[in-house]
């Protein structure tokens, strides 16, 4: 893991979720992506060497949909930077980790990713993320 890549956080209206994160952060976002494998429309805010990804669900079947009928919003993820995403999902099996995709997947900003599930995170949805090459 070479740092943090992104915090992930589940908004139920990106526009004004954009607004406020502008106020607070004194910058605008610098895109917004929808990825439709996860069914979500994301707004990135660089943050030093980090970013802040907000997330709003675009089909009831969104994960970030679920999440919102059972938890307010809130941080719904963090996302670490990898060098070799096959090497750490292996190390990370090996680990006794569960991964929710072995295979990664198509993410936003140029990522490939990978999910793992909270039950072997203390509760916290992991997120790797390796760039596109
Ligand atoms: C990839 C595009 C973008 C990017 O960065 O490029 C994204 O980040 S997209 C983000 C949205 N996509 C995902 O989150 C994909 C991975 N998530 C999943 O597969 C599910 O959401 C999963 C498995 C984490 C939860 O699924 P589900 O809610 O259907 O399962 P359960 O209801 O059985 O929940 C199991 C257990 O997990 C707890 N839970 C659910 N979501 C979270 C969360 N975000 N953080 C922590 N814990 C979470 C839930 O409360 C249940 O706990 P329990 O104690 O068993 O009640
Ligand atoms: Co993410």
Redesign the pocket.
Known sequence: MRKIE?L?I?VKDLKASNQLFKKLLGKEHYKEEE?G??G?M?SFFQVGETKI?L?EATRPD???A??LE??SEGI??I?FDVEDIHAEVERLIAEGFEI??ETP?????N?L?V?L???STN???V?L?QERK
């Open positions: 992104h992930g589940a990825v494998g996860e979500v994301t990804e997330l969104s994960p970030i679920k999440y059972q938890k719904h993820h996302a929710l995709n997947k198509a993410g936003a900003d990522k990713v999910f599930h909270p039950k509760g916290v949805l997120e993320c």
